[in-house]
């Protein structure tokens, strides 16, 4: 991984940044730092509190509820991103890393500054957000 900029084109993907412009991404790329997992690493837990979320740069995940796997996570998917925008509420599944993984983690305390400071990204991330629970509900509405 890389600087800024190969943040900037990764964010650019991610479902819930794919609506903000060039301009809003380079305000949410210096927030992102990287990390590397190895497998068998637990990102998130279900019924556990968290303050980040995770952009999958390379590998895969297993996403489970109540232990039976939902879906794999890969490359360009976010997870954990309802911590963003509520960091006071507990995680609703468990990811687990099931291949070494490249991630870029977003904290919600510095995601939740910048978007007081600059408006129009909450908008675009907020559609990004209804998008995907959208896809992801069994009513669409």
């Given at each position: 991984?890389?600087?800024?900029?190969?943040?900037?084109?990764?964010?650019?993907?991610?479902?819930?940044?794919?609506?903000?412009?060039?301009?809003?991404?380079?305000?949410?790329a210096p927030l992102v730092d990287e990390l590397r997992v190895s497998a068998g690493r637990e990102l998130i837990t279900q019924g556990r509190g968290g303050e980040e979320a995770f952009v999958i740069v390379s590998g895969t995940a297993a996403v489970t509820v109540d232990g039976r796997e939902v879906r794999t996570a890969g490359a360009g998917e976010a997870v954990g991103e309802m911590a963003l925008l509520d960091p006071s509420a507990l995680r609703s599944a468990t990811v687990t890393a099931t291949s070494d993984m490249e991630l870029l983690v977003i904290g919600a305390r510095e995601f939740h500054s910048m978007l007081l400071k600059h408006p129009q990204v909450t908008l675009q991330v907020a559609i990004g957000l209804a998008e995907r629970l959208r896809e992801h509900s069994p009513v669409s509405g």
């Open positions: 991984m890389a600087g800024d900029s190969s943040k900037i084109e990764i964010l650019g993907r991610v479902p819930l940044f794919a609506r903000c412009s060039k301009k809003e991404l380079k305000q949410i």
